[in-house]
């Protein structure tokens, strides 16, 4: 863009921003659940949310079966860029057979499965800038012989990275939390809950809230696992035993880390400005005050990969599929943060 000169002056170029270069992929996750209808939902306001161009991966059937806006079957990657104002651009993946919304099956979980297979590979090699997950039923996923916890350990295994070298950021608009151990039995978490787990998710969030959201000196607010914190150790003793060494380790590296805080007063607004994330020691500490103030619009980042992956918070929603109920805002937010940090990493790598 060429800025008004003054008289005489030679004209000034203002840096302009790089046109997106290649678009997001989007799996459509359980072709049963909520994911097709939302992400043809994101695509519809695409320009009141300026959102970056993005195309699905999936079964073509299951975005039929909840909407009729236009769809634009593409052959690569490249080709959603010239098509996204059109339509809807969709990678198929093979048929899984008949999709019927709100009753998923083993073909459903398949196609699911081939859709993040797909995505991932793409964003690997750098066909797309980002990555997008819709959502899939674990259940489904494991009875088809899945064999990791979820989507985040699959992509990080995909890319080469041990499962606890990656974390789970919930984010919301003045809240990010992330779980330590995740999808697991709550009976099992004291036992398998370390301080080189809890400060290696920490050193990945730090990197991350560094890199991804401009924060040079994150604030990691660690919880405690038990009530109060464990009050001096009367009500269990993981703060003293695991999670304080944890901190103390990371602090000595130069991070600012605070806690171990009663994981029921440190969600609260006051509490939340004090800290840029809240390291929570299990699933349910981290998801349920996001959720409960942001279900709407919470996106789940994965920190610690090669490659951008966002998605929404919620699940496949079985309940609602097919009725036209479900809110887009999360997937949304998901793509727009995946726009937004691709958008950065590419100055970055242009600098
Ligand atoms: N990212 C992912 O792939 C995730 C997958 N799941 C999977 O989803 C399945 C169902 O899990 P649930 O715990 O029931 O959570 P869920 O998020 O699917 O549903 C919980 C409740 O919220 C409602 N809901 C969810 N998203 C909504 C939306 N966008 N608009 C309106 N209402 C919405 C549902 O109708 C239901 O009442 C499970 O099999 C689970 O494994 C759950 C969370 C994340
Ligand atoms: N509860 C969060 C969730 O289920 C998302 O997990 P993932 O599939 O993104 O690993």
Known sequence: MIAPAESGAAPEIAPAAPPAVSPLAVSLGDPAGIGPEVIAKAWAVRSAHRLPPFFGIGDRRSLEAVWDGPIIPIAHPADAMAEFERGLPLLQVDDPGEIEPGNPNLAGARCALDSLEMAVGLARSGAVSGLVTGPVAKA?????????????????ERCGVAAENVAMMMVGPDLRTIPVTIHRPLASVPDVLTAELIISRARTVARGLIRDFGIAKPRLAVAGLNPHAGEGGTMGREEIDI???????????GLEVSGPWSPDTMFHAAARADYDAAICMYHDQALIPLKTLYFDSGVNMTLGLPLLRTSPDHGTAFGIAGKG???????????????????????????
């Open 140 to 156: 489904q996923l494991y009875a088809i012989g899945f064999a990791h916890p979820g989507q985040t350990e699959f992509v990080a």
């Open 243 to 253: 999670i304080l060494p944890a901190i103390a380790q990371l602090r000595e590296e």
């Open 325 to 351: 109920a479900a809110n887009p805002r999360a997937m949304i937010a998901a793509i727009a943060l995946a726009g937004q940090c691709a958008r950065a990493r590419q100055l970055e790598g242009a600098a």
